[in-house]
C-alpha cells in the first residue's frame, strides 16, 4: 500500500504563500488519485483539492474561503502532490493532509485508501 509524508508546514504570517508537497511511496503513483485536506481543533476533516493521475481538472472544495487560493498539482515523476496556498487567512491554520484513493469520489475522506499523518500550518496575525 502506498505510504504518503507530508511537508512544508509551519508558522507563516497573515498573506503569506506557502507550498506543501506531499511525498508517496510503496506503489505506483500515477496509479492514484491524490487529494488534500484540513482539519482544524474541534472541527472535521474539510476537504480542499484533488488530482486525476494524469494532472488535468483537478477538483475544488466549493468553498469562498479557499477558491482561487489553493492550487493542486502533482509530479508523477517525483511521486509528489502539491499544495500550493496564496494569501493565507487565520482560518487556514489547521492540520494539513493527504490522501489517495485509485477511485473515489475526492470530496469523502472515507473513500481514501492512504493518508498521511499530516503537517500542521500556523497563522499569525
Known amino acids: 500500500q502506498v505510504q504518503l509524508v507530508e511537508s512544508g508546514g509551519g508558522l507563516v504570517q497573515v498573506g503569506d504563500s506557502l507550498r506543501l508537497s506531499c511525498v508517496a511511496s510503496g506503489g505506483r503513483f500515477s496509479d492514484y488519485e491524490m487529494g488534500w485536506f484540513r482539519q482544524a481543533p474541534g472541527k472535521e476533516r474539510e476537504f480542499i483539492a484533488a488530482?486525476?493521475?494524469?494532472?488535468?481538472?483537478?477538483?475544488?472544495a466549493d468553498s469562498d474561503s479557499l477558491k482561487d487560493r489553493f492550487t493542486i498539482s502533482r509530479d508523477n515523476g517525483k511521486n509528489t502532490v502539491y499544495l500550493q496556498m496564496n494569501a493565507l487567512k487565520p482560518d487556514d491554520a489547521a492540520v494539513y493532509y493527504c490522501a489517495a484513493c485509485s477511485i473515489c469520489a475526492p470530496s469523502i475522506p472515507s473513500e481514501y485508501e492512504a493518508w498521511g499523518r499530516g503537517t500542521q500550518i500556523t497563522v499569525s496575525t
Open positions: 488530482v486525476s493521475w494524469s494532472g488535468g481538472m483537478p477538483d475544488y
